[in-house]
């Protein structure tokens, strides 16, 4: 097989593999919310009944606010690199003599001499399509496939949050004491941490127990600092 072939089928080269980004992202954020919710509500609250009613009603509105949130973000990302795009093919269009001099200016940055510069210009000034192309990624910065699809993004964004907020909830479903019921949801919370941080490196092909580390200190200190401002606002 070709090399080359391979290092471009691989999983972060795709937009799939470039989702880890809105997993862990929705993951995180629905176990501090839901822990840190739990925590202020079982200090306020002894019906367990109330308190679960009141976890589920949280997580739906999370899980509400962070599809809309993602949807609205990515469709604004769209729109700017779009209507970046459009004013560097006016650009192109309507004034080619400053495209020649910006294209000097990149490669002159780049350490190319002048010489050096000259049949690239001619080239790139003699089809527009790979003109736009070049001066889209070199002078905008911008990826060919910079669209994401914000339904699709904003779904996964969603339904990560709505997986991460769950575990936290089940203790309340089979333990009747609240204060054990939320103990057990930390703990709960630290094994999907964990395996978020396997399901990150499997992804992004680095050491597994590095990731799950790393997802655990980081996510871990995240519920840990919801759960302390939960528990402390129930002293207010």
Known sequence: MDPLKKFHNEDWHTPEGRLIRE??????DGLVTTVGFIAGVTGALINLKIVLMSGMAEIVAGTVSMFFGAYLATKSQNEFYRKEINREMREIKENP??????????????????????????????DKKILLDF???DELGISKDYYENPFKIASYTGLSFLAGGIPPLIPFFFIRHSFTAAGFSIILSILVLVFTGLAKAKVTKT?????????????GA???????????????
């Open 207 to 219: 050491g597994r127990i590095k990731s799950a580390l790393e997802m655990l200190l980081i996510g």
């Open 135 to 137: 001066m889209i990624k």
């Open 222 to 236: 995240a519920v840990a600092t919801g759960f302390i401002c939960g528990r402390l606002i129930t002293l207010i």
């Open 97 to 126: 003599r400053h495209e020649i001099e910006e294209i000097y200016e990149i490669y002159q940055d780049k350490g190319f001499a002048k010489s050096e510069i000259d049949p690239i210009v001619k080239k790139l000034m003699s």
């Open 23 to 28: 997993f862990v992202f929705g993951i995180n």
